[in-house]
């Protein structure tokens, strides 16, 4: 199989090669593809060849053109086509590169090495990857008694835990911890002193007008 990519036009871009033909470039003579068509050719365009027979990181320097493309398929089916036929579609054809002169291998490379890509892990429950009990063990580690913290008298060590131990200054954390969420607002409307959630509702409820 054989891949090309090329481009109709150059595109307006400067290229410093003059066309062969012209003046300023190499002078030869090329097959009019009309008969009021110019006799050199045009800027040059990207081209690429992508086949198994082609070196990895080739670039080649024959001077090819569009009608390369047709060429190639005249030749590469040269053993089904009639003399006659093959020799019909013009001297610019006729004159032009094939681009088997860009395949260079005679056997093909080797292919490349698919993407594996690898097997994802099934999903599990967050305790079999994190092992809690050694975290709050090296956590505890790091606690200090009460009122000898860089905070002063806070107590830092002295945390609201479930099964806590008897000695309040301890350094060391019980491995169950029981966080309690509260879900229901105080029987009398008033909101516990420094209450988060409380805080930011006030933040949030429109003020009146005239109200400050």
Known sequence: MLLVITYDEHGGFYDHVPPPGTPK???RVFGKLHPDGPTHLGVRVPSLVISPFVSA???????????SILKTI???NRARIPATTLQSFGQRVNEANDLSAV????????APVPFVRRASRPPGRLGELV?????????????????TGPLGNLPTG???VENAPADPGTTRTPRVVKVTERTVPPADG??????YHAALARMLKPRRPGSG
């Not at 092992?131 to 009122?147: I, K, M, Q, R, Y």
Request: glycine share 6%; no cysteine; aromatic share 4%.
């Open 25 to 27: 470039g190499e002078q």
């Open 57 to 67: 990181g080739k670039i080649d320097r024959t001077i090819f053109d569009h009608t």
């Open 74 to 76: 005249l030749v590469h």
């Open 103 to 110: 395949l260079d291998l005679n056997s093909p490379r080797q």
């Open 131 to 147: 092992d809690f009990a050694n975290v709050l063990e090296l956590s505890a580690n790091l606690l200090t008694p009460v009122g």
């Open 158 to 160: 002295n945390l609201p």
């Open 190 to 195: 008033k909101a516990e002193p420094r209450d």
